[in-house]
C-alpha cells in the first residue's frame, strides 16, 4: 500500500496521519454546524474537540499497555512513548472511551447538556471511522484474515509480510464503507419524526458501531487472543449501554 503518501528530505507525510487529520478537522467542522442546532455554543467545540483528543491519546495508549503489560514491566518509561509502537501501540476502544469520558468531564465542567452534546457529535465519529479506515488500509494494518476472495498486500506492510502472497480480507475497507454508510443513516435518522428525544441519536449510533465491531472482528487479524476478546467485551458493552439510554429516552 502507500504508508508514506509524500517523503521531502526528512519529512515524510503517512498516510494514516493526513486521513487522521482530516478526520479530526472534518468532525470539528461538522460538529460546529451541529451545534447550533442543539444550542451548543460554537466556539466550545474546539475546546471539547482537545479534550477529547488528550483523551483518545491516553485511553488508547492504556488500553494497549494494559493488554501488553509483559513489554513494559521492565520498562515504565516506555508506557508513554506511546509512539514506538507506531500504529501498533494504540489500541482504537481505548481511544474511544477515555475521549469519551474525557469529552464528558469537559462537558460536565461547562455544564454543557450532554445528551444534546452526544447527538451532535455522532455523525462526526461515524465520518471519522471511515475516513480513518482508508488510513488503515494505506498503511497496511488493521487487516482481515486469509480469503479466496480477498487483497494481497505488499510485503512490506504489516498485512503483507504476515501473509506474504496471500489473500485476506480487507477489513479496513469494510470498516471503513461502513463509517460512511452509518454516517448517512445517522443524519436521515435525525431527519425523521421518530428520533425527537435526546440522546436516541447517539443510543443508535453506539449500538450500530458496536454491533458491527463485534461482527467484523471475527474477520479480523488478532495475533493476541486478549486483543480480540477485550474487543469484543467492551462491543457487548457498548451496546448494552446504547440499549439502556435507548430505553430509558423512549419511557420518558
Not at 458491527?212 to 487479524?221: N, T, V
Not at 488478532?222 to 429516552?249: G, K, P
Request: proline share 3%.
Amino acid at each position: 500500500m502507500y504508508p508514506v503518501l509524500l517523503k521531502i528530505g526528512n519529512f515524510s507525510l503517512y498516510s494514516y496521519g493526513l486521513m487522521l487529520f482530516i478526520a479530526f478537522i472534518l468532525g470539528i467542522k461538522l460538529t460546529q454546524e451541529r451545534a447550533k442546532k442543539f444550542g451548543i455554543k460554537e466556539e466550545m467545540i474546539i475546546n471539547l474537540a482537545i479534550y477529547i483528543l488528550i483523551g483518545v491519546v491516553i485511553g488508547a495508549r492504556a488500553l494497549y499497555v494494559l493488554n501488553h503489560w509483559d513489554e513494559f514491566k521492565n520498562d515504565l518509561v516506555g508506557i508513554i512513548a506511546f509512539w514506538r509502537g507506531g500504529l501498533g501501540g494504540l489500541m482504537f476502544f481505548g481511544g474511544f472511551i477515555g475521549g469519551f469520558l474525557f469529552g464528558m468531564i469537559y462537558a460536565k465542567k461547562n455544564k454543557m447538556p450532554i445528551l444534546k452534546m452526544l447527538d451532535s457529535i455522532s455523525p462526526a465519529i461515524a465520518l471519522g471511522e471511515g475516513i480513518t479506515r482508508i488510513g488503515c488500509f494505506l498503511n497496511g494494518c488493521c487487516f482481515g484474515k486469509p480469503s479466496e476472495y480477498g487483497l494481497i498486500f505488499p510485503a512490506n506492510s504489516p498485512a503483507g509480510s504476515t501473509f506474504l502472497n496471500i489473500k485476506i480480507h480487507p477489513t479496513q475497507l469494510y470498516s471503513s464503507l461502513f463509517g460512511f454508510l452509518l454516517f448517512f443513516i445517522i443524519l436521515q435518522l435525525e431527519k425523521t419524526k421518530i428520533i425527537k428525544k435526546e440522546g436516541l441519536l447517539f443510543s443508535i449510533f453506539l449500538f450500530l458501531y458496536g454491533l458491527f465491531r463485534f461482527l467484523i472482528d471475527f474477520l479480523r487479524y488478532y495475533e493476541d487472543r486478549l486483543n480480540f476478546l477485550t474487543n469484543q467485551i467492551i462491543s457487548l458493552f457498548l451496546m448494552l449501554i446504547a440499549l439502556i439510554i435507548f430505553l430509558s429516552r423512549l419511557k420518558k
